[in-house]
């Protein structure tokens, strides 16, 4: 494998730097699917659970307003629907705040592994525990993210009102703010810094390169998305026949077993892709990462003149 090894401390361009996560995908798309199975499966069953309590609660209010005597019947189904909705809701917000934690943070471990390494012959257990080893700054940067994304989206809403011009400078800020968090979050695991130094680092890497970042964000995130939206194709034309099934046929679809497997299993695998689509994500400020900071301070370059004048 060491001779298929992408190296990532390279000063890329803009077009190299989205060929190589490409390449880095390509690659590596097996053992890391593995990696993210093996760590989320307990956060997929609870995904599972909450898509079902989300289903269950949204088939049984709509047949419950569909229902003609629904006021004879009592309010007590009406409560219940609407628990299971709000059980579901907020269990799939938790999950989806711990996942998002835990696989911001493998992504990310998983690409400093393999730069250290120089190639992907390593076992996932030691993803795991590098994550494990510094988590506490994992939890305080996700945290700070919460105020971060607060701002950009008062932001947002003021440039809003100006037309045209505020609709891009909302997208760049967008943009910029996720090159700026996913790079500073690379350099505070791979040189195990403190939270305000990784983002201090960050932002001075992605102002200095400011273009370059904001431009492999907005390639590469709309060329990820067009991938989980094709991913998305196969579970959304599923549950499409079949809602088409239940209509066509009038089938009772607030007591059908199959009705409820089918929209549970298609929830639940729209919100896993979604969840999967996020780790791709954060493999571009990887690649970008790297690729600024080998520009800023020829780290490898050095090393490999260093390496050619002991050779002599």
Sequence with gaps: MADNY????????????????????????????NVFLSYNGIFLVGLLIASYLLVSGFIGLIAY????????????????????????????FLIFIMVMVLN???ASSYMIK???????????????????????????????MIPIYIGFFIVSIIFAFIPIVGLFVQYILQFFIAAWLGVSFYDMLQNKKGVTE?????????????????????????????????????PGVIIGIYTFHVVENNVDYSTSVVSTIVYTLGT??????????????QFVNGILYYALHEKTYNLNARSKIEQIGKSE
């Excluded at 993803?127 to 940067?141: A, P, R």
């Design 6 to 33: 992408i190296p990532l401390r390279v000063n890329r361009d803009f077009g190299d730097i989205i060929t190589t996560y490409f390449d880095f995908f390509k690659q590596n798309i097996k053992k890391f699917t």
């Design 65 to 92: 307003e569909n229902t003609p005597n629904r006021f004879s019947s009592g309010i007590e189904l009406e409560e219940k629907y609407t628990i299971y909705m709000i059980a579901g809701g907020i269990l799939f």
């Design 104 to 106: 911001y943070a493998l």
């Design 114 to 144: 393999y730069e250290d390494n120089q190639n992907n012959n390593f076992d996932r257990k030691e993803v795991w525990e590098y994550t494990k080893s510094q988590f506490g700054n994992i939890l305080v940067f996700i945290l700070l």
């Design 198 to 234: 990784g983002l201090g680092e960050g932002w001075n890497l992605v102002t200095k390169n400011f273009w370059k970042s904001v431009g492999v964000n907005f390639i590469l995130g709309l060329l990820i998305g067009i991938l989980i939206f094709i991913a998305l194709v196969i």
């Design 268 to 281: 639940c695998l729209v919100l896993i892709i979604a969840v999967y689509g996020q780790c791709l994500s």
